[in-house]
């Protein structure tokens, strides 16, 4: 069990989703920031690194909303939908474009395979704890949350 999971049980507090939804999206939210500094710094070592500067790009980027993300979505007291909800359509997007990237790679360089399943994931946690939270109200304003346009 992680230490993700460990905690949310142990939260006193009324949580924003399940337990084991929020700890797999804290999880993959985690080692996807990771798999990204990782390839980014692997990318620098690649003897073709004009080809990889998008990649370090969308590597460093990724990170660092993953990052952002999970930080909020750890947080579950006094929890606003309205802060969270843009930062995991953030991360959608972000490891959307970052996995799209190394995948350009992935049969070439070892560490952008991983990076591309840690974004997949990352992308996929992300979007199933959207899905549950676009329809909950947000406790502190009162308001029921709605799903953006399009």
């Not at 460990?6 to 949580?15: F, I, V």
């Not at 990170?63 to 930080?71: N, P």
Request: glycine content about 6%; hydrophobic content about 35%.
């Amino acid at each position: 069990m992680s230490y993700a999971r460990q905690l949310l049980d142990a939260h006193p507090g009324t949580l924003s989703a399940g337990a084991g939804l929020l700890a797999a999206t804290i999880d993959a939210l985690s080692d996807c920031a990771q798999a990204c500094i990782a390839d980014a710094d692997d990318d620098l070592h690649e003897e073709n690194l004009a080809e990889m500067v998008t990649c370090v790009r969308l590597c460093w980027d990724c990170a660092d909303v993953c990052t952002a993300t999970l930080g909020v979505v750890s947080r579950q007291t006094a929890y606003q939908a309205s802060v969270t909800r843009p930062l995991l359509e953030a991360c959608v997007a972000v490891c959307t474009s970052c996995g799209d990237e190394c995948g350009r790679h992935a049969r070439h360089h070892e560490h952008c395979r991983i990076c591309e399943q840690a974004c997949r994931r990352c992308e996929q946690a992300c979007r199933e704890l959207l899905g549950t939270l676009k329809q909950q109200a947000d406790p502190l304003s009162g308001r029921e949350s709605r799903s953006p346009p399009g």
